[in-house]
């Protein structure tokens, strides 16, 4: 019988070249906030892969791994791979990107319009680890963070790396990575480029969605004395794509990969973003340090097919100063961003400045955590005909966290925290370009009860939040399209909960499952007479689960098998949750195969292999395929 069920989980398989028996697991360390914690004294709820996990995913971007691996939800935007939408905590699969703040070596991702962020400009191979702090995150990562922070950190080692995949529909990608880390000097290169052949069809001559990328960065940093640390990184992404429209719901159970009848049936685009960063560290003793950090990027989007372009420019800066003792961090600092958008016909400017102070406190089993934010948000519309419009925010955010250790295996945490969004510039108008008018941030208290059980074996963790909102930012859409305009919820709720088991059965299986469920409410909301009091907020699934199961059958081989379910919800503009179509339930099986050795590494991975149809439901009849036919990948890996 164990014989069989071997074989049976061979013939599914996935990923890892971890030696079973080599295989533990513990705490890790929270490093990309400046006050650095592990998972088990955490006054939050966290999540952490590391540059193993991963690498053995053989995703094709970042979106791939947090939609497999992680409890984010990540759905290409109106059919869109590159600028996905993303959704954690219940803040739906319309709008929830805006309420989750990603770093990318503390540089913000986040935009000043409705375009979600550029996860396609950072490459998995560059990636050294990812940390989802959850609910939380506000006195650092500032406007934005409702649902939480996602920080990714780049690799900085000695690393050289070269990989190279293909797979179905013209897929073919080739990749590299070169460190070099020494006492003075660390240096990294990475670059990637990619291209896809297209899964849809956007005209009747056969063309389809096609699409091409490359990305190139560098990260440098410099130690002329002990006490001085100088930095410089540059990033550069170039995006070439065509993607298809929405089809009804006849057309999409016919054939989801046929032309859509849409007035534009394909959008190109091309996108390109240009980034310099440059900082500084000093360390006056092992306690005392100053950081600076500072960035410009220059961004611009293409959308040839309807002559529309915008250009870019982000401004950004960070300057901290950190006390560290055994018991004792402190960390105080300021930050800003100036973001401007050019279109031609006006100019809309974003600027943010903040300072923040944030403290933990450890003294035997108890950990205190508390720190706030004071962050002004200045808005300008600045048309070329006509007179110019401003508006000022003052926001304010607060965290209060406790841990107590009940043993060496076992924590308790609560944290309570008080956070914000001020509107991006896109509210301020409605569907042609007039000027909508300025409405209010959104603010939100989130209430946090967590349990973590980390062994050698065992990775367990379990946390309930409730999120209490006032003004939550929407788009109210009149389906006689008069009245449509961008508004606000006056109160709505949300709660649920959160649950990670990593668990290592025996020398050849291990098992991690990651499983949400979240409700999220509307209270009170009347908008041009319609009441949504009470109804759901559309674009949110209840039941959100990914497992893994990983078979090593020795110390070179690993064959994996990966679950994804979501169940239904509301579709994206059904804040009267009365439309007759609903979001359908999401589902993928993957399976994956990897040999390795201590130089180089095959792997072979399918997608979908029941060939299940998914799509993005907008409204009744707007449909957005994805993922809905079985794909594969095959490559190699060689490392030095």
Known sequence: MQKKLKLSLLAAALLSQLNAQELTLEPLEVTSTSIATDELHATEAVEIYTQKDIEEAHVQNLYDFLNQETSVIAMPSYGNPFTQKLDMHGYGIGDGYQNIVI?????????????????????????????????????????????????IITKESNEKQIGFYAGTYNTVDGNFYAGHTDDKLSLSVSGEAQKNGGTRYIDNNGNKDENKFSNFSFDLSYTPIDALELRLNGLTSNIDMWYAASLTEAQYNEDPTQKSNAWFSGVHQTYTSDVIGTGASYYFNNELSVNADFSHEYKTSDYITYSYKAQYIYNSYNINAKYVTNNLKITVGMDGFNGDRETGSNTTTKDNIAGYISAEYRVANSTFKAGYRYERVSYEYAPTMGTSLTQDDSLDGIELGYNFTLDKEQSIFVNYTKSYQAPDIDRFFNWGGTFNNFINPMKANNYTLGYNYITKRNKLKVSFYYIDLKDEIYYYSDPTYVASKNTNIDKSHKYGLDFYDKFIINQEFNIALNYNYVMAKIDTEIENGQD??????????????????????????????????????????????DFYQKQAAYTSTDISITYAQKSWEVFAKVNNIFNQKNGLWIKDDKIYPVNFTTTAIAGINLKY
């Open 103 to 151: 770093k990318v070596n503390g540089r913000k991702l986040n935009n000043i319009d409705m375009v979600p962020q550029l996860l396609s400009s950072i490459s998995p191979n560059q990636v050294a680890r990812i940390e989802i702090i959850k609910s939380s995150g506000i006195v650092e990562g500032g406007d934005g963070a409702n649902a939480g922070v996602i920080n």
């Open 532 to 577: 949504y009091s009470g109804k759901e907020l559309p674009g949110v699934s209840n039941h959100n689960v990914k497992a893994v199961l990983n078979y090593l059958p020795n110390q070179h081989t690993t064959l994996s098998l990966t679950e994804i379910y979501r169940s239904e919800a509301y579709a994206a503009n059904d804040f009267a949750n």
